[in-house]
Nanobody
């Protein structure tokens, strides 16, 4: 089992910044992918950004150039720095830990609200 604890959501004005953090604990494997998904009301959950243990990153097009994902392997923590936030970024953001082989673990979610 892997436990994920998220922090850093909140309310911000358009153009502002937030930083999300997610700390993983439990059965952490050396090879894994950690990332962030989001789900807005009435929409499907979508991948925002991910980063493999080897450092490969992936971003949804809508956040490229604004969001940056990073990891601290020693702390088993993944971060999402979100700049130039837009109202359409409003969603519940979920931390994801994916083991080699595809088994997923999820955080409880943190609300990000961007006001116009």
């Amino acid at each position: 089992q892997v436990q994920l604890v998220e922090s850093g959501g909140g309310l911000v004005q358009a153009g502002g910044s937030l930083r999300l953090s997610c700390a993983a604990s439990g059965s952490i494997m050396r090879i894994n992918t950690m990332g962030w998904y989001r789900q807005a009301p009435g929409k499907q959950r979508e991948l925002v950004a991910s980063m493999s243990s080897g450092g490969i990153t992936n971003y949804v097009d809508s956040v490229k150039g604004r969001f940056t994902i990073s990891r601290d392997s020693a702390k088993n923590t993944v971060y999402l720095q979100m700049n130039s936030l837009k109202p359409e970024d409003t969603a519940v953001y979920y931390c994801n830990y994916r083991k080699l082989g595809g088994l997923d673990y999820w955080g409880q979610g943190t609300q990000v609200t961007v006001s116009s």
